[in-house]
């Protein structure tokens, strides 16, 4: 029998149909891959790389079309792309605008971004679309060239901030959100003229680019309220970014907007599977998840993004992250895979891990492009997202959990693990069921010897 890191079961099962809904239940069903748009590809790609990953490095909007069906193979139906606007010098990232009305053109035109929402949209995929409503890019005091915010009187000014003008206390709530996030001026949207421009950009930008969802950026920086009305003028599904770990303080932030990203759990898989703690604390994290969020099923779940070092910069084994990964993808949530992942990149802080893609040449057959891809393909063939997550065993390197008749389990151990096992009596098999690996369906099967009720006090979701 091969080494229990992670076992997905196979069953023959009726598989309940998928019925087209609301858009964040349409969400639910999908699986997103993160494009960083200056990385993924060139509109011809060179083989060397790029010099220096604080610049630009000449990824386009016509690269992605050419590669669509590259992620399209790993079993993902959604992208998620930088932001588009025109920016600052040196904004190859997209967080730094100029003008909200023009589209990068670095990335490509305006007919490139139909091009490509049709081209994803062809291939069954939806796009989310990254934006940014809390500041523009770094011009200091004078906002002459910013279109349309080109008055101080749009910005918040210094008053109450520290002679730096900086956030530097993001538990202080006027901090966080009248002062700068690293120099950048501060949007100010209680002003009428601020506010109203903004929505009115939000509604036209996704109407005339079809766009299906958005990712928003730095979220605790602007209040509630706002993204109350953005999200109702988006019209679409919206994730936000709270970078905190704290699931109280983010969960707040579910209702203002459709979801967050899951930061707290992030960081929880970063400690379970990266520095091998305890994987007790995936079940302490889920209760502080039903204790606070409203609703975990559309939370954007992750373990890299393009504002965290790598996975593999700190932690080596590739079997540990395939373990991580097959949680994100098969876990309650909808499972977000920042680009690069397949390949094994490793990169360190900001901006190591925003390494060009292209130098891959797009390889397919990677150990974890066909890890990611099996897994994907599973989890959209069983349907998992109409079932909830329940789980069935936990201890300090153990843990296993169903989704329907799906069931998980994963190790913390890596490839230096041994052969385990684990007897668990609370699952919903009858006496008799056959249980098969799905990474070795024909060699690696077990057949259960006894059924329990489930006792609602296990559930780590109700």
């Known amino acids: 029998m091969a080494p229990l890191q992670f076992v997905i079961a196979l069953l023959a099962l009726s598989f309940v149909l998928f019925v087209d809904g ?90 490139d971004l139909h091009s490509l929402v049709s081209a994803a949209h062809s291939r069954g995929m939806f796009v989310m679309l990254d934006v940014v409503a809390n500041h523009v890019g770094p011009v200091g005091y004078d906002f002459s060239g910013i279109n349309p915010f080109n008055s101080g009187s749009h910005y918040h000014d210094c008053n109450g901030c520290p002679s730096s003008c900086n956030i530097e206390d993001f538990n202080n709530a006027y901090q966080t959100e009248h002062c700068r996030l690293a120099g950048l001026p501060d949007l100010n949207q209680d002003v009428s003229y601020v506010k109203q421009t903004l929505l009115q950009w939000i509604t036209d930008l996704v109407q005339n680019y079809s766009i299906d969802g958005l990712r928003i950026d730095t979220v605790p920086e602007v209040p509630k309220s706002f993204w109350t009305d953005f999200q109702n003028s988006a019209g679409v599904f919206a994730i936000g970014e709270v970078f905190n770990g704290d699931t109280s303080y983010v969960a707040g932030f579910q209702g203002p907007l459709n979801s967050v990203l899951s930061y707290p759990m992030c960081f929880t898989l970063r400690d379970v599977f990266g520095s091998r703690y305890s994987m007790n604390n995936i079940q302490n994290r889920l209760q502080e998840y039903e204790k606070y969020f409203t609703d975990v099923s559309i939370l954007g779940t992750f373990i890299d993004n393009h504002d965290l070092s790598r996975f593999l910069y700190s932690q080596k084994d590739q079997t540990l992250y395939k373990s991580s990964l097959t949680y994100v993808i098969m876990a309650e949530g909808i499972p977000i895979i ?97 249980l098969c690996n799905l990474f070795y369906p024909t060699t690696d099967c077990m057949t259960c010897l006894l059924y329990t009720s489930p006792s609602p006090r296990d559930r780590t979701r109700s």
Not at 52 to 71: A, Q, R, V
Not at 75 to 95: C, E, L, Q, R
Not at 392 to 420: I, K, M, P
Request: proline share 2%.
């Open 22 to 111: 609301a858009s964040k239940e349409e969400w639910k069903s999908r699986s997103i891959y993160q494009v960083f748009t200056d990385r993924y590809s060139q509109t011809q790609n060179n083989t060397w790389g790029c010099s220096d990953l604080g610049n630009y490095c000449g990824g386009t909007l016509l690269g992605i079309i050419n590669h669509l069906d590259y992620i399209s193979a790993m079993g993902f139906d959604a992208i998620w792309i930088s932001p588009v606007v025109t920016n600052t010098d040196g904004g190859y990232h997209g967080y730094w605008a100029k003008d909200f009305y023009g589209i990068n053109y670095k990335f490509g035109s305006s007919a």
């Open 338 to 434: 920042y680009y690069g992942t397949e390949q094994g990149f490793n990169g360190g802080n900001d901006p190591a891990n925003r390494e060009p893609l292209w130098t891959t040449s797009f390889n397919q057959q990677a150990s974890i492009f066909q890890h990611i891809k099996t897994v994907n393909d599973y989890r959209k063939k069983a349907q998992v997202w109409n079932y909830e997550q329940i789980q069935r065993y936990s201890d300090d390197s153990f843990y296993a959990f169903t989704r329907g008749y799906t069931f998980v389990a994963l190790t913390n151990q890596g490839s230096s693990g041994s052969t385990t096992s684990r007897t668990i009596t609370y699952h919903p098999y009858a006496n008799g069921t056959k």
